[in-house]
């Protein structure tokens, strides 16, 4: 027998042991700090890198900007992407909802409103294509795969549609400026201040509120969630709106980031995104979800590729070192899954 | 042109030949006559005119125009096309799927066309449906991604890659020669197109040239704005001072000028790649980095047409002495800059 | 017997899950050419048995002798390579191949040793399909496209597609139609006249009286009688083997009298064909209303169409005389019905989170504003709730899939307690949970009983039923046949009642 019957306790009147004292506890999240040490690790080991083979270039105040802001705009996308994925879901459609997003926002029509047209624009069409992938999923019955792969044609067909295949240029000074090192507050450029807003807003989202909960529930276990009283359709159906929102936060920020709106833009962000939260230690199978790991996912990503671009490596060998560093997260994390 | 190369080879009298031609179909398209048209071939064979002659079908396929060359590759062949009133064109939907543009070819050669245009979604995958229309009678002008075999097409016409690359070395060259220890970087295009490599290659060699200048880095975005940005800025990261920058394709240029602008970087040349409108117009401004830009010109989608025309008619071209079209003419890469940017700018693409 | 061993011999085989002791040392012949059938009730241990026999589970510790020689059984393919092929009673085809894929499936007919012979394996089948007396199934068919009765035909021809010496069937006659039931015992019948053996695991004990040779009882997890006379062993003997204890449960005493309020939970004439006849009942508050019937009788149908988990066809439930939306778990939810399920890993866990989360989930609003969690007094209730349930560890914190079964099921009760439910809908409630454990989950729901809540109880152990509930309703198929106050029926009579319908003589 591996469960004796517990024998009464005498301490049941006794007081509430203080929950960071319980070893349980502690073996609940010494796990996930493992995680999140040996992601800080990765990125301690890169920066190091860095540090020795281009000292000058890498460890500097601009190249601290320039990372945090290449790391802003599929940062924003991954956030999103986390919460789907720990909902045991998939949102392949995310590179190309940016994509329609910014070309939908620079157009000429578009761009007579101005910044706020550009900005409305842009999440409007976001959280437009997360409603038809919400609706498609929680209430046609679609599988995620299948309906946000039929998205991603559908947005990049018309992005297409809608550019033509031009490079549609911003003319509108209020948004080129965004971009500029004079829009730095302290130091920090915009694009990085609203990845570090979205990051905060996801964390507590997901880790403080009902919203958070319902989504590890549904993920973890939707039978369960669905006979625990939760409406997760429903939730199904937020979940890919945020995820579309975060899109059109996103192609926003791409617009300011390269000053135009293009078809091709936001190529394979799905894919990255996917890989810096499987990374973080978001479960693909859902159920659990990291937001802080997701975002040194795509940390660690970027900075291999500022630290492979500083050496003037080429694209062969970063798409290759990438590769390995996706097997070798997902092997560690395996392990640890196994081990405890 | 003004940096002229030696030229060596026949392959090499082609491209002079071509360029002159091209040059007459450019000024044919956009303004007046050009002079070149009128002076008659040193014979007494039919040579292409504007004169209205036989009726000619021409098949068009080209893959999807998701970038801005190959939107001006479609404008070009439909504008030719619409100024000749014995010419049909039956333009395909484009498509980057391979199976499916065979299907569009097949359809075309059912449709009996006189003369097919093809460019291939990928040149090797599509040899086949060319071999196909070129043993049913149908002539196939074979335009820029070639073909495996020369049997699948009677002319192949084309940009010149590695030509590119070696005009636009030749260009920073010349402009740097004076300059000890000069410093040059190179923002590629798609590294996994055969294309990259070959317009790397000819920059590569035109340096050569030049024992001063030294290629610092090359870093390869992927002819989007996006990644042009995004590769830019790290380039401008590792190399705080350069002296000139090569970038293989306009439309990525807008990214990597954004990078630029954002660093707030002004102290080297930049040569640009294609001949994107917005590069013409940046280079007569003459206000930013942006100096020149080698072309890959759109161009050749009109002439083409031109050829497909004259095939139809079975007549030569203008200017040669021979009574048969070439079997391929390799386009000159042109360098623009400020002085010769004016004749050149109706050309640009958005 | 003939004086050579036997064909199987199974001794001392113990086999252990976390928190239950599955098989204690079960010992089991059987002869060549034999009907050697398998006995006991619901969680009596016949399950894990034959997949140890599959070799699908490997046993902790016992031997297995095959033919006088000892074997290990390390997987299915090394059972199936010895001869030994199981029909399990949910049918493990492959619904998208065809039934001759089906059939050869892992030894496919192959040309130059990887190109499948289709024909062959077709024309095999349909010679296999013949044998068995169906030789209208077309071998090339989708075996998704066949009825439940052809699909175990399939699944007979895939074990008699290998050189089988011994056959499993695990209740096979339960998704059958009388004349079906009738062309199984004649295949049966034809593999044992070819010296094939059979064990015969069924409910239905005169199907064992008109087949079997020889029985088996399993009990708790031990085999409490080898090798009876399946045609001369009385009923009443069989059902004192199935049902006698070794461990008496305790259970909580009942109220004295039942409780005259109001009906808290009112079932009216619901039904879903196929599923269950229409159904009335009521449950008042305090009180535990059992419904006992075997796997198959409808009984989980029931609890779930209660809880709008399934969509009733006809009838409706109201909780507290209003009626509850149909077929919306969220509605019953909301009126104050908690279920907890039969499944309880699948069905009411998040196996990955802590227990105060998995007993918060249902109750999140109560701790939140805006959707923003008050985490401490989410701690402290869901503290609350398990220390009122006794759970052990007492510490809310740690990740539930560490708890024993007991304790899984009390943070699921926990959960429905911190909800403030009025109705309480219990699933096979010690499924899965160790004997000694079982009694302290029934005090639990006594308690909860007292305290007003109205207890729908549903369990395939006979005992659980009669000791808990005040109230039984014995279901056969989908039907009650028989509604007593629980202390006016015994566990022969509820047995009697739930495998033949009516009393046995």
């Not at chain 2, 040579?47 to 036989?54: H, L, N, S």
């Not at chain 2, 070959?198 to 290629?215: M, S, V």
């Not at chain 2, 880095?217 to 090569?246: C, H, I, Y």
Request: proline share 5%.
């Amino acid at each position: 027998m591996t469960q004796p019957v517990s024998p009464p306790r005498d301490d049941r009147t006794g007081k509430v042991p203080p929950a960071g004292q319980a070893p349980a506890w502690r073996a609940v999240w010494s796990r996930a700090d493992v995680r999140t040490l040996s992601l800080l690790g990765v990125l301690a080991v890169l920066v190091l890198i860095g540090g020795i083979t281009k000292p000058d270039q890498f460890l500097d105040t601009r190249n601290l900007q320039l990372v945090l802001t290449q790391a802003s705009v599929i940062g924003v996308v991954t956030v999103g992407m986390t919460f789907v994925i720990t909902s045991g879901g998939i949102d392949l459609s995310v590179g190309a909802i940016v994509a329609l997003a910014s070309v939908w926002a620079t157009t000429v029509a578009t761009q007579e409103y101005g910044f706020g047209g550009i900005l409305f624009t842009s999440i409007a069409v976001g959280v437009g294509c997360g409603l038809v992938n919400g609706v498609l999923i929680a209430y046609g019955g679609m599988v995620p795969f299948i309906a946000t792969l039929a998205m991603l044609a559908s947005a990049r067909g018309l992005a297409l549609q809608i550019t033509e295949g031009r490079t549609q240029v911003v003319t509108v000074p209020s948004v080129l400026d965004l971009g500029e090192r004079d829009a730095y507050v302290l130091g920090v450029p915009p694009l990085v201040l609203v990845f570090g807003v979205v990051t905060v807003i996801g964390w507590l989202l997901l880790n403080r509120t009902t919203f958070g909960r319902r989504t590890v529930a549904v993920g973890g276990n939707a039978e369960a969630a669905r006979l625990a009283g939760i409406d997760v359709r429903r939730q199904r159906l937020y979940l890919y709106l945020l995820s579309g929102l975060c899109c059109g936060i996103a192609a926003f920020l791409l617009i300011v980031l390269s000053g135009s709106g293009q078809n091709t833009n936001g190529n394979l962000y799905e894919l990255d995104a996917i890989a810096a939260a499987i990374i973080g230690g978001t479960l693909l199978t859902g159920g659990r979800g990291t937001i802080v790991g997701s975002v040194l996912g795509v940390l660690i990503f970027t900075t291999i590729t500022n630290i492979f671009a500083l050496n003037n490596l080429q694209s062969d060998v970063q798409q290759i070192a990438k590769g390995a560093i996706i097997v070798a997260a997902v092997l560690v994390q395996r392990r640890t899954a196994s081990t405890t | 042109m003004p940096e002229h190369m030696p030229f060596a080879s026949r392959r090499g009298l082609l491209f002079g030949a071509a360029a002159v031609s091209a040059g007459a179909f450019l000024t044919g398209c956009t303004s007046n006559e050009s002079s070149d048209k009128d002076e008659p071939a040193a014979n007494d064979q039919p040579a292409a005119d504007d004169k209205p002659g036989k009726p000619v079908t021409i098949g068009f396929a080209g893959p999807q125009a998701d970038h801005g060359w190959l939107n001006a590759i479609n404008d070009n062949a439909k504008k030719r096309a619409e100024k000749y009133s014995d010419v049909t064109l039956e333009i395909t939907e484009g498509s980057n799927d391979t199976a499916q543009q065979i299907g569009q070819i097949e359809t075309l050669i059912n449709k009996k066309v006189d003369v097919l245009v093809i460019l291939p979604a990928d040149g090797k995958a599509l040899t086949q449906v060319g071999l196909k229309a070129m043993r049913a009678g149908i002539p196939v002008i074979n335009l820029d991604r070639i073909f495996n075999s020369p049997q699948a097409y009677r002319c192949w016409i084309g940009g010149d890659n590695y030509g590119m690359g070696l005009n636009a070395g030749h260009y920073i060259g010349e402009k740097l020669k004076d300059k000890k220890n000069a410093r040059v970087i190179e923002l590629a295009g798609l590294d996994n197109l055969e294309l990259t490599k070959q317009r790397t290659q000819g920059f590569d060699d035109a340096l050569k040239n030049y024992p001063n200048i030294k290629k610092v880095a090359r870093q390869a975005a992927e002819f989007t704005v996006e990644s042009g940005q995004a590769k830019m800025a790290q380039l401008l990261q590792a190399q705080p001072e350069f002296d000139a920058l090569w970038n293989h394709d306009d439309d990525q240029g807008v990214g990597a000028l954004r990078a630029i602008e954002q660093a707030g970087r002004d102290d080297f040349l930049m040569v640009g790649g294609a001949g994107a409108l917005s590069a013409f117009q940046a280079i007569k401004a003459d206000n930013g980095v942006l100096k020149a830009t080698v072309l890959y010109p759109p161009t050749m989608a009109a002439s083409a047409i031109d050829l497909a025309r004259a095939l139809g008619q079975s007549k030569g071209v203008g200017g040669l002495a021979e009574y048969e079209i070439p079997a391929s003419i390799t386009l000159y890469s042109a360098v623009v800059d400020k002085t010769n940017v004016d004749q050149y700018m109706s050309t640009g693409f958005k | 017997m003939a004086p050579e061993p036997p064909l199987l011999s199974m001794s001392g085989i113990t086999k252990s899950f976390p928190g239950v002791r599955a098989l204690d040392g079960v010992d089991l012949d059987v002869q060549a050419g034999e009907v050697h059938c398998l006995l006991g009730q619901n969680g009596a241990g016949k399950s894990t048995l034959i997949k140890v026999l599959a070799g699908a589970h490997q046993p902790d510790t016992g031997t297995i002798r095959w033919r006088g020689e000892e074997v290990t059984l390390r997987s299915p393919i090394a059972a199936m390579r010895l001869g030994i092929a199981t029909i399990y009673q949910e049918l493990d085809l492959v619904e998208h191949m065809s039934v001759a894929e089906n059939v050869h499936l892992g030894h496919e007919p192959t040309a130059a040793g990887f190109v499948v012979r289709g024909r062959a394996a077709r024309e095999a089948t349909a010679g296999l399909l013949k044998r068995l007396g169906h030789p209208e199934i077309d071998p090339a068919r989708l075996v998704g496209e066949l009825s439940a009765a052809q699909q175990q035909i399939v699944s007979m021809a895939r074990a008699l597609s290998h050189d089988v010496r011994l056959i499993v069937m695990d209740e096979p006659s339960a998704a059958l139609d009388p004349d079906e039931v009738d062309n199984l015992f004649r295949i049966v019948g034809d593999l044992t006249a070819d010296g094939v053996a059979v064990v015969y695991i069924s409910h239905r004990l005169e199907e064992i009286r008109r087949i079997g040779d020889r029985v088996t009882v399993l009990k708790d997890g031990r085999a409490v009688a080898v090798g009876l006379p399946a045609k001369s062993t009385p009923t009443r003997e069989v059902v004192s083997l199935m049902t006698g204890r070794n461990v008496e449960y305790v259970f909580p005493e009942r109220p004295s009298s039942a409780p005259e309020t109001a009906p808290v939970l009112t079932v009216e004439k619901l039904s879903r064909q196929g599923e269950f006849e229409p159904l009335d009942l009521q449950v008042r508050a305090g009180e535990i209303v059992g419904l006992a019937g075997l796997v198959g009788s409808g009984r989980s149908e029931i609890l779930e169409t209660v809880y709008g988990a399934r969509r009733p066809d006809t009838g409706r439930v109201l909780v507290d005389g209003k009626p509850l939306k149909p077929g919306s778990v969220r509605a019953a939810v909301r009126a104050g019905v908690g279920l907890a399920p039969e499944e309880r890993k699948a069905q009411a866990l998040l196996m990955l989170e802590s227990v105060t989360r998995n007993v918060s989930v249902s109750s999140m609003s109560r701790f939140s504003r805006a959707g923003w969690i008050d985490r401490g007094a989410e701690l402290g209730a869901a503290r609350a709730a398990t220390r009122e349930l006794s759970l052990r560890p007492d510490n809310p914190d740690v990740p539930v899939r560490t708890l024993s079964g007991g304790n899984q099921q009390k943070a699921v009760l926990a959960r429905w307690l911190l909800r403030g439910c009025r109705v309480l809908l219990l699933d096979e409630p010690t499924r899965g949970v160790d004997v000694g454990a079982r009694a302290e989950l029934y005090a639990v729901v006594r308690r909860l009983a007292d305290e007003g809540l109205a207890v729908l109880l549903v369990s395939s152990e006979v005992p659980e039923v009669l000791g808990l509930a005040d109230r039984v309703l014995v279901l056969r198929e989908g039907r009650v046949v028989h509604t007593a106050p629980a202390r006016e029926l015994d566990e022969h009579r509820v047995l009697d009642l739930v495998m033949e319908g009516s009393p046995a003589s």
